[in-house]
């Protein structure tokens, strides 16, 4: 069962199960056939073909809702998939080495395709401890390289980042997490009429100069055949640029779980989510239980509600609802939506 928000055609971001199931979402991009996991708790809801699509799990902490489905997802890859890298907090690669400790490996070498689990740990400081466990080598641990981690930026690829911000659960670190699109750059196909040029591979070309900041005067060729014969142009980039490029900002989809409600968490979160098109956050319990989500380090739906109204969140899912809620989940979805909406 996936609850889905369509976004743009690009890309969906869906949890992974149901309001009372373990928490997680899936951000499905379509166009890469590449899908991005946050939280990894129960999985098997989502289809194999999907499953295979996951390059990069972020795991905001390792209580067992948010990361017990490793297993099944390493069950369903091994053999079949080549690669998946992890992030998670302190103390997350000898976690993850546990886990694969736990089982016996003598046959998985003879495997056709090696499976790389490449495993980064964020460590108060903004450092970032790598390494790797891989098929070939019985999922020995394998220490890589650190890196540093400027402005929560774990992942950077051409279409879009990920960035995390640290937040106190219960004397540990729970991380909260950004999907962020990078910008979209779109062609005006009647303005390149009006021109009367032609679409093709070189329009490609000027969108991958425009990202890398090119000069405005860098020549851009243009080839193509008519009836008439063969035609080339020479135009500079700045003038396509202002002609036939369209610019449109990339969304912004947060996910906030398992957190305190404390005067530091609600400082950070509102800053990180300031401005968010899309936000999944925990409402746990009613207001009325407060004193139960103090001190089980979890938000009330009003904490939720009145954080996504602080940040300017665009558009809200709450989510990990305690079972003590069930048939009952509207009244956490209305004190939220009141708090939220100022109502
Ligand atoms: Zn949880
Ligand atoms: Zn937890």
């Given at each position: 069962m996936v609850f889905s928000v369509p976004m743009r055609p690009i890309f969906d971001a869906m949890l992974v199960n149901r309001t009372f199931g373990d928490p997680g979402v899936l951000i499905d991009l379509k166009f890469e056939r590449r899908a991005i996991l946050f939280d990894i708790g129960d999985v098997t809801g989502l289809p194999t073909r999907k499953l295979l699509?996951?390059?990069?799990?972020?795991?905001?902490?390792?209580?067992?809702?948010?990361?017990?489905?490793?297993?099944?997802?390493?069950?369903?890859?091994?053999?079949?998939?080549?690669?998946?890298?992890?992030?998670g907090p302190e103390k997350f690669i000898s976690q993850v080495g546990h886990k694969l400790a736990a089982y016996t490996w003598n046959l998985v070498e003879n495997y056709a395709t090696d499976y790389v689990i490449t495993v980064h740990e964020l460590g108060a400081g903004g450092h970032i401890e790598r390494a790797q466990f891989r098929s070939r080598r019985r999922f020995e641990y394998e220490a890589l390289p650190g890196t540093d981690c400027s402005d929560g930026v774990l992942l950077e690829s051409p279409s879009f980042r990920i960035r995390a911000v640290p937040l106190e659960h219960h004397a540990i670190t729970s991380l909260a997490f950004a999907f962020e699109e990078?910008?979209?750059?779109?062609?005006?196909?009647?303005?390149?009429?009006?021109?009367?040029?032609?679409?093709?591979?070189?329009?490609?070309?000027?969108?991958?100069?425009?990202?890398?900041?090119?000069?405005?005067d860098t020549p851009i060729r243009v080839r193509w055949r008519?009836?008439?014969?063969?035609?080339?142009?020479?135009?500079?980039?700045g003038k396509l640029r202002a002609s036939v490029l369209e610019f449109l900002p990339g969304q912004r989809v947060c996910y906030v779980t398992d957190v305190a409600d404390n005067p530091a968490n609600r400082e950070s979160l509102?800053?990180?989510?300031?401005?968010?098109?899309?936000?999944?956050?925990?409402?746990?319990?009613?207001?009325?239980?407060?004193?139960?989500?103090?001190?089980?380090?979890?938000?009330?739906?009003?904490?939720?509600?009145?954080?996504?109204?602080?940040?300017?969140?665009?558009?809200?899912?709450?989510?990990?609802?305690?079972?003590?809620?069930l048939g009952r989940e509207e009244d956490l979805r209305r004190e939220f939506e009141g708090a939220w909406r100022g109502g």
């Amino acid at each position: 069962m996936v609850f889905s928000v369509p976004m743009r055609p690009i890309f969906d971001a869906m949890l992974v199960n149901r309001t009372f199931g373990d928490p997680g979402v899936l951000i499905d991009l379509k166009f890469e056939r590449r899908a991005i996991l946050f939280d990894i708790g129960d999985v098997t809801g989502l289809p194999t073909r999907k499953l295979l699509r996951v390059s990069d799990v972020f795991v905001s902490h390792t209580h067992m809702d948010h990361f017990a489905g490793f297993d099944h997802l390493l069950r369903v890859c091994l053999g079949r998939d080549t690669a998946v890298r992890l992030y998670g907090p302190e103390k997350f690669i000898s976690q993850v080495g546990h886990k694969l400790a736990a089982y016996t490996w003598n046959l998985v070498e003879n495997y056709a395709t090696d499976y790389v689990i490449t495993v980064h740990e964020l460590g108060a400081g903004g450092h970032i401890e790598r390494a790797q466990f891989r098929s070939r080598r019985r999922f020995e641990y394998e220490a890589l390289p650190g890196t540093d981690c400027s402005d929560g930026v774990l992942l950077e690829s051409p279409s879009f980042r990920i960035r995390a911000v640290p937040l106190e659960h219960h004397a540990i670190t729970s991380l909260a997490f950004a999907f962020e699109e990078g910008v979209h750059i779109n062609i005006w196909k009647n303005r390149l009429e009006e021109l009367g040029l032609p679409t093709g591979p070189w329009l490609t070309r000027l969108k991958e100069l425009v990202r890398a900041g090119a000069p405005e005067d860098t020549p851009i060729r243009v080839r193509w055949r008519t009836r008439g014969g063969a035609h080339e142009q020479m135009i500079p980039l700045g003038k396509l640029r202002a002609s036939v490029l369209e610019f449109l900002p990339g969304q912004r989809v947060c996910y906030v779980t398992d957190v305190a409600d404390n005067p530091a968490n609600r400082e950070s979160l509102v800053a990180f989510l300031h401005g968010a098109d899309l936000l999944f956050i925990e409402a746990v319990f009613l207001d009325a239980e407060r004193e139960q989500a103090a001190r089980k380090a979890h938000l009330t739906a009003r904490a939720a509600g009145q954080m996504a109204r602080a940040a300017g969140v665009r558009a809200a899912v709450p989510f990990h609802f305690s079972p003590r809620y069930l048939g009952r989940e509207e009244d956490l979805r209305r004190e939220f939506e009141g708090a939220w909406r100022g109502g």
